[in-house]
C-alpha cells in the first residue's frame, strides 16, 4: 500500500516533516521494489534521517557556518573557547 503525506505509517508520526516526507517517497520505492511494509519502513527511516543530515535546510547551514568560523579560529592557534578578562598587568620596570 503506497503511503502519503496525509496517510503514512505511525511509526513516522514524530519524524520532522520534511524528514517524513522523505521517508515516504523512499519507503514507497521499497515498496515498489518488493521489500516487505516492515522493512521498508525501517529502512526508508534511517536512510530519510541519514538524508536529512547531509542536506541542511538553510537555517541550519547558517549555524553550521557560525560554528565553523569559531572552529577556524583554533586552526590558526587561537582557542575557540571564550576569552576570559584578566586584571591588569604591572611593568616590573619602576618610574
Not at 9 to 38: F, T, W
Not at 54 to 61: G, R, W
Request: aromatic content about 4%; charged content about 30%; proline content about 6%.
Amino acid at each position: 500500500m503506497p503511503w502519503n503525506k496525509q496517510d503514512y505509517p505511525v511509526s513516522m508520526k514524530n519524524l520532522e516533516p520534511r524528514v517524513r516526507h522523505k521517508a515516504i517517497e523512499i519507503a514507497n520505492a521499497l515498496l515498489d521494489d518488493g521489500y516487505e511494509e516492515g522493512r521498508s519502513i525501517a529502512i526508508a527511516t534511517a536512510k530519510a534521517e541519514e538524508w536529512d543530515e547531509n542536506h541542511l535546510t538553510s537555517k541550519n547551514s547558517k549555524q553550521d557556518t557560525k560554528h565553523s568560523s569559531s572552529d577556524s579560529k583554533s586552526e590558526h592557534g587561537k582557542s575557540s573557547s571564550p576569552r576570559r578578562h584578566s586584571e591588569p598587568v604591572s611593568s616590573s620596570k619602576s618610574p
